[in-house]
């Protein structure tokens, strides 16, 4: 699976919009990008996941450029629950859910009052 | 989501006994599941991948005498740490994905092992 790179960590005001990068300038054609997040202590938490397309769902939105190098999680109202470890990971689904996750170290997201 | 469910969340065990977390898909079945560790202020590492009704397979480094790992049903795997040393205390992580509707991965919360 290709390898990504995150910020080690962010600022975010409550309320505002949060905006992860991540980039994955070796991913290959087969590969999803998918978003998970830990809070301290809890097993990581599905987030969104995508191919080349813009996704949203009820968390989260994930913008993929064109060129699917780089993509940016948003959380649009960014709450103190927020914050976590936020993990970018890409992974093909030819294994047929038989491969697992490969973490890296994520982006600490810290949510400011 | 999927609801992936360990126990114990926490557990405390004497230095040279063994010690079984088990994982279990709540709402749907699953042939593979998946075993990570995760040590404080480290990412989480796969240490194996558990197939129902084989052998697990284990990442390198990982001993497969000392992390015990049966995975009996679509909806159970159980990791045994055996002979457990004060080395071994670390946050286990379980995940799985369901045979149907895709490849999404979900995890478990996590059970914390003490060895004292």
């Known amino acids: 699976d290709a390898k990504t790179t995150q910020p080690p960590s962010m600022d975010c005001a409550e309320g505002r919009a949060a905006n992860l990068p991540c980039n994955h300038s070796t991913i290959s054609g087969n590969e999803y990008v998918y978003w998970y997040r830990q809070i301290h202590s809890q097993g990581p938490q599905y987030i969104i996941h995508?191919?080349?397309n813009n996704e949203t769902n009820e968390m989260a939105s994930l913008i993929i450029t064109e060129d699917r190098k780089s993509s940016t999680l948003i959380l649009p109202h960014a709450t103190l629950r927020d914050t976590a470890v936020y993990y970018c990971?890409?992974?093909?689904?030819?294994?047929?859910?038989?491969?697992?996750?490969?973490f890296g170290k994520g982006t600490h997201l810290i949510i400011q009052p | 989501g999927a609801v992936v469910s360990q126990h114990p969340s926490r557990v405390i065990c004497k230095s040279g006994t063994s010690v079984k977390i088990e994982c279990r898909s709540l709402?749907?079945?699953?042939?593979?599941m998946f075993w990570y560790r995760q040590f404080p202020k480290q990412s989480l590492m796969l240490m194996a991948t558990?197939?129902?009704?084989?052998?697990?397979?284990?990442e390198q480094g990982v001993e497969k005498d000392k992390f015990l790992i049966n995975h009996a049903s679509l909806t159970l795997s159980t990791l045994t740490v055996t002979s457990a040393h004060p080395e071994d205390s670390s946050f286990y992580i379980c995940?799985?994905?369901?045979?149907?509707?895709?490849?999404?991965?979900?995890f478990g919360e996590g059970s914390w092992l003490t060895v004292v």
């Open positions: 995508g191919l080349k």
């Open positions: 558990s197939n129902e009704g084989s052998k697990a397979t284990y």
């Open positions: 709402d749907f079945q699953a042939t593979t």
């Open positions: 990971i890409v992974r093909s689904h030819s294994g047929g859910g038989a491969d697992g996750l490969t």
């Open positions: 995940s799985a994905s369901p045979l149907i509707s895709g490849n999404t991965i979900y």
